[in-house]
């Protein structure tokens, strides 16, 4: 039995939804509410100790981190295959997704303020040490901490923007001999990408998604 402990918003969880739709599998949804912070009660740190979704639980094993969780669907159930044939590939498709990874904090920047930020900055001060109290890692302490007390600024957020648009450099010139970002197939890297791909189209820099910016990534 699949169980996707995950929250519709979610990039990270997206990328889980997309690999399990594309195998067909079925699985039990189990959304997490952000905004009530879910993720870090006692009872959802058991299943997942990072306090963060998703958490993709297969018969009653949890696995963590989303790029993982798409590697251990397709080893488990292999067709259609989602991995490149070479072990070369296969190294290409870890670090595009790690590379992906690597621009949470960019991501972050943008995340949380129509949505949680709301929901943050209400908070009076003791309620905030509440809050940061049950996050276990120190990155999203700081996060929780920015959107509650001091919201990026214009020149974070343009910063931010400048370094996911390199991101979509990089993945345009990656596709242009096949069409996909590694070998010749949709693979894991391409599924990491889409949600984040998603997230710049439609509220970070549409302007980027242009025919004449970044054709490929945009097709
Ligand atoms: N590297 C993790 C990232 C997970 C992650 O950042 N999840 C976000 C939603 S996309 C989250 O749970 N945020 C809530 C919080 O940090 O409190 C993965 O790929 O699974």
């Not at 690999?19 to 067909?24: Q, R, T």
């Not at 870890?94 to 949470?104: E, F, S, T």
């Not at 923007?161 to 990089?170: F, G, Y």
Request: some cysteine; hydrophobic content about 35%; glycine content about 4%.
């Amino acid at each position: 039995m699949i169980i996707l402990h995950h929250a519709w918003q979610s990039s990270a969880s997206r990328r889980v939804r997309l690999c399990l739709e594309e195998k067909n599998l079925e699985y039990e949804g189990h959304v997490v509410d952000l905004g009530k912070l879910e993720q870090h009660s006692d009872a959802y740190k058991q299943i997942n100790p990072l306090g963060v979704v998703p958490c993709l639980v297969h018969d009653g094993r949890p696995v963590h981190e989303s790029g993982t969780m798409c590697e251990y669907l397709d080893e488990t159930f292999p067709d259609p295959p989602l991995r490149p044939d070479t072990p070369y590939e296969r190294a290409e498709m870890r670090n595009w997704v790690r590379h992906i990874d690597a621009q949470i904090q960019n991501l972050v920047t943008f995340n949380w303020k129509h949505s949680l930020q709301l929901v943050a900055q209400k908070w009076s001060d003791a309620e905030l040490e509440e809050v940061l109290k049950k996050i276990p890692s120190k990155e999203r302490r700081e996060a929780w901490m920015r959107v509650a007390r001091r919201p990026y600024t214009k020149e974070e957020e343009d910063e931010a923007r400048a370094n996911l648009v390199k991101l979509l450099d990089r993945m345009e010139a990656a596709m242009e001999k096949s069409g996909w970002l590694v070998g010749n197939a949709y693979s894991i890297a391409d599924i990491a990408a889409v949600p984040f791909v998603k997230r710049i189209e439609e509220e970070i820099a549409p302007d980027e998604m242009q025919p004449n910016k970044h054709p490929r990534v945009a097709h």
